[in-house]
Every structure is written in C-alpha cells, then in structure tokens.
C-alpha cells in the first residue's frame, strides 16, 4: 500500500529546502492539508527566521529534499499546457471539417469557441511575458550585487587586509552564488525567448467548394448522349423500318384466313351445300 501524501510530506520535516538551481532557502517545518488529506501548501523557516508558505504547485520532493520550483517557471509551464491543448483542439477540428466528420456550421461555431480561448491566452501570454522582464532586471541587479562584492574581498585580499582562509570561503561561496543567479537567468530568458516566438493560430480560410460550371456539365452530357442510339423516324408520308416490318409480321396471317375462307367456299359449292368448320 503507498504512503499517503500527508505520511510522505511527514518524512521531510526538519529537511532543508532547496530550490532547483541548487540555492539553500530554509527548512520545512510544517504542512497544510485539505479535508481529501491532499496537501495544499508547505510551511518554511527562512535561514533568517521568518516563515513563508509554499504552495504545492511551487514544490517537489527531491533526493531526501524538498525542491522548490520558482513561481515565474509555474506559469510559464501553466501557460504552455493551456496554450497547447487548445491548440491540439483546433487541429483536431480543422482534420475533421476535412474529413467530412462534422458540418461547416458546427465547425464554425467550436472554432469561434476555441479562438475567444486563444485570445485571452493571448493577453495571459502578455502578462507572464512582462513579469519575466521584470524578473530579469531583479536577476541583473543580484548578479551585479554578487559581482561587486566579489571584486572587493579580492581587493581586500590582494591588499593583505584579509586572511587566505576567509578570502577563499568568501570566494567559494560568492561564485556558487553567482553561477546559481546565472543559471536561472540563462534558464529565464530561454523560456522567455520561446513565448516571444509562439504566433497566434491565424484563422482558417473558409472552405472551399468545388462546383463544376456549365460548360463542363455540357460536354458530359454531350459524351453521354454519344452512347445512346437515337430512335429511328421515317420521313413525313413513308414508313419506318419498324413499321414496314410490322405490316410484314402481320400480312401473312391475314393471307392465310382469305386462303382458308375461298376453301371453305369451293368446297361447298362441289358438296352442294355448307360444310361446318370446326
């Protein structure tokens, strides 16, 4: 049976908290869970004293640590997630319309929908792209912080006015901190150089239906009349073939009831009287 997440938060009391680039910030001293025993938040104790909440969505538990993810990187990754299932949807849509899956007017009306979508993710998109800049300038400030203060305990050093052993515990620590500013940044403005580069999904063109014009329609209708055979018509006062073959077909068996009748005469008149025909 798996731990519940109360009994696996639980192990990390009293851990320090780190966040991913590796920087120290406290220790975790305590959680909050809703009515489902899922936990909400982390409580920390800052190596200054004071506490601060951490929510969920900020956190991960790492190797015998917890690891805090920096707000910024949220919604960063909030904002792609979103952006790209309502992508995925208006893809799935347009393959569709195309293969004949759903009518222009219901296509028209969920695209409409999806596209209202993209607009407001569009204005969200803004909103994270300047809370990024912003965050850049702090990270420009701390690394000149950092690097000023580096370069007056060498100054110090170089000047004799500071032991060997505290110049290079200064030092290791400084350059750690520089390198951790540093990848943050780097990490930063790639996220934010592939926000700038996303484009709006332009509108679909409307679709296109193939309609064949008359002329086209006449000379089909002129191949297929070339099969048909037309009925033959015999001139005005002249019999057709199929009437003279008619008349044909019929004129024997009327010379054969005159032939059998003068029979039936002769033989009466050398009989002497009226023979009965059965």
């Not at 805090?68 to 799935?92: C, D, G, M, T, Y």
């Amino acid at each position: 049976m798996e731990p519940s997440p109360i009994e696996v938060m639980e192990a990390y009391i009293g851990k320090p908290l780190k966040d991913i680039y590796g920087r120290h910030m406290g220790w975790v001293v305590g959680f909050m869970a809703d009515s489902k025993n899922r936990v909400k938040a982390v409580e920390v104790e800052l190596g200054n004293g004071e506490f601060v909440t951490i929510p969920c969505s900020q956190v991960a538990i790492g190797d015998n640590a917890v690891v805090n993810i920096p707000s910024w990187r949220v919604e960063v990754e909030e904002f792609h997630r979103e952006a790209e299932a309502v992508q995925q949807r208006l893809i799935a849509l347009d393959e569709l319309l195309e293969a004949g899956e759903i009518t222009k007017d219901i296509y028209d009306e969920l695209r409409k929908s999806h596209e209202s979508v993209m607009s407001e993710l569009e204005n969200k998109k803004k909103d994270v792209v300047e809370g990024l800049k912003k965050k850049a300038l702090e990270l420009d400030y701390r690394l000149k912080d950092l690097e000023r203060i580096l370069a007056a305990t060498k100054m110090l050093h170089r000047a004799n006015q500071i032991s060997e052993a505290t110049y290079k515990v200064s030092v290791e620590h400084l350059i750690q901190g520089l390198s951790r500013v540093k990848a943050e940044k780097k990490d930063l403005e790639a996220h934010l150089n592939e926000l700038l580069s996303l484009k709006k999904p332009e509108p679909r063109p409307p679709l296109v239906i193939e309609e064949k014009t008359p002329s086209v329609l006449s000379e089909e209708v002129g191949r297929e009349a070339q099969h048909v055979s037309p009925p033959q018509v015999a001139p005005v006062g002249q019999a057709s073939t199929q009437q003279v073959a008619s008349q044909q077909q019929v004129a024997p068996v009327e010379k054969r009831e005159v032939l059998h009748v003068k029979i039936v005469d002769e033989e009466a008149e050398r009989g002497g009287g009226a023979t009965h025909v059965g």
